[in-house]
């Protein structure tokens, strides 16, 4: 009985020790664990925007350490790789309009990366961060959007359209916030994240522990 209880403790402690992961999902070069909030792309690490709405920069600064408020070249850098679009300065608004959309999957890859900040509008699936890098120093900072429209009651994929902006800095603060805005957190990728895509992660001593006296159980059993 003891070492029927035995071997069920062993198994278990042999099934915890590895960790699960959840789906990978990927698109665009960027990618994100489904049970993971980070997206990783671009050789940075961005946070959901759909995690931070609601607060302001100065909260999501302060809730998630380690973590800085994306730039305009960061975000520029973003919206460029998937849209196509670039803001020339933080005081100019630079907005791309697709009509009658057949393909969608660029607009909805970027949602199930980067989350749904805004799903209150029927027929609309928005997505707004804050970013920027107050280049000139007025604490005034900019916002990111990427609105995907369907035609209500419509079954035709041509009745899709999107629109990606970047606004200028010309209204919110550190200290605002916005009920349908996140914030836009982004830092480095981990040295262990990078050396773990070029290398293959050595079994853990708990595991190794518990074949060991797996096997000398099976042994003693055959003696």
């Keep these: ?22 789906a990978l999902i990927s698109f665009n070069d960027y990618t994100r664990d489904s049970e993971s909030n980070v997206v990783t792309g671009g050789g940075l690490q961005w946070m959901k925007w759909d995690v931070t709405t609601g607060l302001s ?13 994306a730039s305009n070249d960061q975000m520029n850098g973003l ?15 630079a907005v791309k309009y697709d009509a009658n959309i057949i393909d969608d999957t660029t607009y909805v890859g970027f949602f199930n990366l980067f989350g749904i900040s805004d799903n209150r509008s029927v027929g609309q699936t928005i997505t707004s961060a804050f970013y920027g890098s107050d280049k000139d120093q007025n604490g005034i900072y900019n916002v990111a959007s990427i609105r995907l429209t369907y035609a209500i009651g419509a079954s035709s994929s041509s009745t899709k359209s999107g629109i990606s902006q970047l606004f200028p800095a010309d209204w919110y603060s550190t200290s605002d916030s916005v009920v ?3 914030v836009a957190l982004v830092r480095d990728i981990p040295v262990q994240n990078m050396e ?22 099976i042994r ?4």
């Design 79 to 93: 919206f460029s790789h998937w849209f196509g679009l670039t803001q020339s300065n933080e005081l100019t608004r």
């Design 180 to 182: 349908t805005y996140g």
């Design 1 to 22: 009985m003891m070492r029927s209880y035995f071997l069920v403790c062993i198994t278990f402690v042999l099934l915890s020790s590895f960790k699960v992961h959840g």
């Design 196 to 217: 773990s895509s070029v290398s293959v992660s050595e079994p853990s001593l708990i595991v190794l522990l518990g074949i060991g006296i797996l096997a000398l159980m």
């Design 57 to 69: 920069i100065n909260q999501a600064l302060e809730t998630y350490e380690g973590w800085s408020l």
């Design 220 to 223: 003693r059993k055959k003696n």
